[in-house]
């Protein structure tokens, strides 16, 4: 998120416009004053979140600013006198937000980083004082001991005062930060739904990737069984008589609604006719069946990634990271099944083994479902 900038606000206060009580505010001796926060009249209830630490990040530790005095002397220079909120401004401002903000601890836990507050005051025109408040946060949660930062919220005001007590511009600080904690309940309302930041769970889905018309990739089709003339690519030097290359892959689509991460996967069975090649004496039905089962492979074990990741519990914060080190295990499955495949039938001259493999196959693909009749039955995407 970047800093949102309010325009600047201008305020006019006249000495008589508030009632003060002599112990709303406190003198630090001669050159500075506390100010007293005082308690907002109205409570935001938040939906989404409830406040559980402010953290006083300024880099500026000095006091919030400086003021001038309630009054001033003809022929003496202005005195400036430090000013701080009463009982710190960590405490005064954690107080403040405490009152303002229910705490419903059901919700997420938000974190304030108060990372600018400051007021400084000078003599303006006619005997009167301009002052200019600034103030920023930084707001996110806590996640395996690591600050997730959400947002952030920046201002600066004006405001124009006569001489009187510091604790006139009390109205102002408190609607500075009233401003900020109103402007945090509106961007969680709003973000909740959609911000995978402030996601709660992650909803998996597949779909079989197809293309038609069919162009030079074959995305695997239980209906459209391999054929000799798929093999396009000239014979090879090579001491096998023919040779297939299926691969996985994927695509990823993720989008968040109400609060779920939505992530669709494309997965990608796949073999290029242009990478497959055969020699003519080698063009029989035992000889494609034998090509065929190591596109059957890649299938289940794209079928398993599937079953695999739809059994782990997936966290929004890292849901990739599962499918990543899923995927890249089932690459290396593949490359273990197919070597086994070729090892054990001897590249399908070996009619024993080849037939015990053709049963494994087709005993696996009838489990998963996958028979003629069933990508039709299902739809693809």
Not at 202 to 207: A, D, E, P
């Amino acid at each position: 998120m970047f800093p949102i900038k309010l325009s600047p606000v201008k305020f006019f206060l006249s000495g008589c416009a508030i009632l003060l009580i002599a112990s709303a505010f406190k003198v630090i001796g001669q050159a500075g004053v506390y100010i007293e926060l005082q308690k907002p009249a109205q409570t935001i209830n938040p939906k989404e979140f409830y406040v559980s630490r402010v953290d006083y990040e300024r880099t500026d530790k000095s006091m919030i600013g400086t003021l001038l005095p309630a009054q001033i002397i003809t022929g003496k220079p202005t005195e400036e006198l430090k000013t701080e909120l009463k009982g710190g401004a960590k405490k005064a401002i954690t107080d403040f937000v405490a009152a303002s903000l229910a705490t419903d601890k059901s919700l997420r836990p938000i974190i304030i980083k108060i990372k600018n507050f400051k007021v400084i005051e000078t003599a303006g025109a006619s005997g009167r004082v301009d002052g200019r408040i600034a103030f920023a946060i930084t707001f996110g949660y806590e996640q395996y001991d690591d600050f997730v930062k959400l947002g952030d919220y920046s201002t600066s005001s004006t405001y124009q005062r006569s001489f009187g007590p510091a604790q006139n511009i009390e109205p102002m600080l408190s609607s500075t930060l009233l401003n900020a904690l109103t402007y945090l309940d509106k961007w969680m309302d709003k973000q909740a739904g959609t911000n995978i930041k402030l996601a709660k769970s992650v909803q998996l889905s597949f779909t079989d990737y197809n293309e038609k018309p069919e162009g030079d990739t074959i995305y695997y089709d239980v209906d459209r069984p391999l054929k000799w003339d798929d093999f396009q690519l000239k014979p090879q030097p090579s001491r096998y008589a023919a040779e297939v290359f299926a691969s996985l892959g994927y695509t990823e689509e993720a989008k968040v609604e109400n609060g779920i991460v939505k992530v669709k996967l494309r997965m990608k069975v796949y073999l290029p006719k242009s990478a497959c090649w055969a020699r003519a004496e080698a063009m029989n039905a035992s000889s494609l069946l034998h090509e065929q089962h190591h596109f059957d492979i890649v299938k289940i074990v794209a079928e398993r990634v599937k079953q695999r990741l739809l059994a782990e519990r997936l966290e929004p914060a890292n849901y990739d990271g599962p499918i990543n080190v899923t995927y890249f295990d089932a690459l290396r499955e593949i490359d273990m099944l197919q070597k086994q495949y070729d090892g054990e039938t001897a590249h399908s001259t070996n009619a024993y083994q080849q037939q015990q493999w053709n049963k494994r196959i087709d005993k696996e693909l009838q489990q998963l479902g996958i028979t003629r009749g069933s990508a039709q039955a299902a739809g693809r995407n």
